[in-house]
């Protein structure tokens, strides 16, 4: 069968631990390595989800795998996600506070939050910090 659903994740331990999907193929993206998609035309008709960090970073990826795939949408980078989790946040070290032109805006409010530490300073949620239980039920309940 031919994936028709793609799933790029960020960090190496949670493409690893991905649950398997109905039709679905997962994606090591490697963070900035994302740009490397540039030539994979086989992406292309396909639905895109990318799950990365819910820090500066992890959207600043998510807006550059936008110009290669503009229909990339995330998964798990959510406000909602963020303070579910406030237990595992991490401090980001150094932010990304460049503009961002690609996010929705959904992405762009908690982008701006996290720049400007209006929810703390640094504010992380590191993927591989989410609880498996809640990002397994999302995952197959948004890409399954």
Known sequence: ?????????ENEVT??????????LAVFGGGYGI???ATARW????AIAYWG????HGFAILDRLRALLPGTRSLLMDRATLLAHRDQWSVEAAPHTGELDRLNPQEAALYDDLRRDRLGTGVRLEQERVRF???RSVILSTCG
């Open 1 to 9: 069968m031919q994936a028709t659903r793609i799933l790029i994740a």
């Open 35 to 37: 740009d490397r998609l």
């Open 43 to 46: 992406l292309d008709g396909r």
């Open 15 to 24: 493409f690893l631990a991905l649950p398997e999907v109905p039709g679905g």
């Open 133 to 135: 239980g809640y990002a």
């Open 53 to 56: 960090d819910i820090d500066t």
